[in-house]
């Protein structure tokens, strides 16, 4: 089946490192995907990671891919306020439909 | 370069009135999907439109229609309202090219409350 597992809820401190997972079901994911949502907003694309790497860095962002255990996370690096978000994961399913599978999201809080 | 831009952002039907929702795609995107995003949880993919033509449908009634027009903007069609449809409902463009990520990119939504 498709389903995207995702924790609730995730407090740290400014200046801290946020680590958000996920886990999902689909094996034959091609795009794994992590988007940013604040209140009252669409989805803004954060980062995204191709099912054959299980690293990507990108600024304060690093995703890490285990294929194996279908597990999913998203670092940032020296969390600020602004990063006080939801956060959601999402699988690509099939190659040629715009079919994404979301979490449910993840609520980051930021403490000054 | 233009992003996604959708309207109304907000509207209030009764149930069994009938909703039009329209999306103006990113510019160069010729692909285009609806997504409904119940208050506190994750968007559920509703359909796609290539080429004008549906290419994939999750599992929404068919009372949930739509259509995808030559410049690519789409609208999104719902009959008979219920007062679970009451969501977001998100528009999201990309460009389906072979070997392409397809990433989507998203807009702000239009927030549907059925009363």
């Known amino acids: 089946g498709e389903d995207v597992e995702q924790s609730l809820f995730l407090s740290v401190r400014e200046g801290d490192s946020s680590v958000i997972n996920c886990t999902y079901t689909?094996?034959?994911?091609?795009?794994l995907y992590w988007y940013k949502q604040e209140p009252g907003a669409g989805l803004q694309l954060l980062t995204y990671i191709f099912s054959n790497m299980d690293m990507k860095q990108d600024q304060r962002l690093t995703v890490l891919l285990n294929k194996k255990d279908k597990h999913l996370s998203l670092r940032i690096a020296d969390t600020q306020t602004g990063d006080s978000a939801i956060y959601f994961c999402a699988e690509k399913v099939g190659r040629n439909t715009g079919k994404l599978i979301f979490g449910q999201g993840t609520t980051l809080q930021v403490k000054p | 370069e233009t992003g996604v831009t959708q309207s109304p952002t907000h509207l209030i039907k009764t149930r069994g009135q009938q909703v039009t929702l329209r999306c103006s795609s990113q510019s160069g995107h010729n692909t285009v999907s609806w997504y409904q995003q119940a208050l506190g949880q994750g968007p559920q993919f509703i359909f796609q439109?290539?080429?004008?033509?549906?290419?994939g449908r999750g599992n929404f009634p068919p009372r949930f229609s739509g259509l995808q027009f030559p410049n690519y903007s789409s609208e999104l069609n719902v009959n008979a309202l219920e007062l679970d449809d009451s969501a977001l409902y998100l528009c999201?463009?990309?460009?389906?090219?072979?070997?392409?990520?397809?990433?989507?990119?998203f807009g702000e939504g239009s927030r549907l409350t059925v009363l």
């Open positions: 999201a463009s990309s460009l389906a090219v072979r070997g392409g990520t397809g990433e989507l990119f």
């Open positions: 439109y290539y080429r004008e033509e549906e290419n």
């Open positions: 689909d094996s034959s994911s091609t795009y």
